[in-house]
């Protein structure tokens, strides 16, 4: 399967949600003062990701409304945002008029987003090319673009949580789908998203001059309660499996 094809299936999913859900998202999102992870909002505060991102040079893949660029950028880092639908882009202008914060959005593929060689100390993807791009095309990208010494950091649904899914229902606790060969993988009513084994992941990354250090799998807060909007795992589901997951490696110096 050409990548083009994906990419142009994924921007025409994208141009139609932006045009359905996510401009409110996005004024919600982007009010935020505190970085939030995931669908249950847990803060970085507590779970420490990022550390001080002040004085950084960031990109983020597949950036969206680009709200998490924003939190950055209220903490003093220079965010750069890459994404692929103009749509999506288009809000992420919308909300730095509105705001105030302002800073680069570039309309790209993140595999190869046309910026220079070593030029960030940070490249983030949330549910951005952490998903919606194939791994052996954008972690090369990302590697290509970190300074020596930079860090790579993406939050993506957990493997596990992927296996047990099937269409559109929420995961079930039974195993739905063979990990062997998951890598692409097309959902009937949506776009084509990517998804490795844990094995796979730390394959590919070493490969690209990657040291894994952290793989934090987050777990639904006791109070949670099912999200409506991203109901394809149920809260309780999320107590006992984890059902999403932030790598953070770090690029050899
Ligand atoms: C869940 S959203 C991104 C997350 C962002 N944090 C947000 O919620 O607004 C996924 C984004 O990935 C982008 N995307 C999909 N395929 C892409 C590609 N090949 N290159 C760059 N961006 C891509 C979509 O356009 C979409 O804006």
């Given at each position: 399967m050409d990548w083009r094809s994906d990419a142009a299936r994924n921007r025409a999913l994208w141009t139609e949600t932006n045009r359905e859900h996510t401009n409110d998202s996005a004024e919600t999102n982007w009010a935020l003062d505190e970085i939030s992870w995931g669908i249950w909002g847990l803060d970085e505060a507590h779970?420490?990701?990022?550390?001080?991102?002040?004085?950084?040079?960031?990109?983020?893949?597949?950036?969206?409304?680009?709200?998490?660029?924003?939190?950055?950028?209220?903490?003093?880092?220079?965010p750069v945002g890459v994404d692929i639908t103009p749509a999506q882009l288009d809000t992420a202008r919308r909300m730095m008029a509105a705001t105030g914060i302002e800073f680069p959005l570039v309309e790209a593929d993140a595999g190869e987003t046309g910026l220079p060689d070593a030029s960030f100390d940070l490249v983030l993807s949330e549910y951005g090319a952490s998903i919606w791009v194939d791994p052996y095309r954008w972690v090369p990208e990302a590697a290509r673009v970190l300074r020596p010494g930079g860090r790579l950091v993406f939050l993506r649904n957990s493997t596990l949580v992927i296996l047990c899914s099937r269409d559109e229902e929420p995961a079930g606790e039974q195993l739905e789908r063979p990990q062997f060969g998951l890598h692409r993988t097309e959902w009937p009513e949506g776009g084509v998203e990517f998804h490795l084994a844990h094995g796979e992941w730390?394959?590919?990354?070493?490969?690209?001059?990657?040291?894994?250090?952290?793989?934090?799998?987050?777990?639904?807060?006791?109070?949670?309660?099912?999200?409506?909007?991203y109901a394809y795992v149920t809260a309780d589901w999320a107590r006992q499996w984890p059902a999403e997951e932030i790598w953070i490696a770090r690029k050899g110096s």
């Open positions: 779970l420490n990701v990022l550390g001080d991102v002040a004085g950084l040079d960031v990109v983020e893949l597949g950036c969206g409304t680009a709200y998490f660029s924003a939190w950055l950028a209220k903490l003093g880092a220079r730390i394959d590919l990354l070493r490969a690209n001059g990657f040291e894994v250090e952290r793989l934090l799998e987050l777990q639904a807060p006791h109070d949670a309660e099912t999200h409506p909007y």
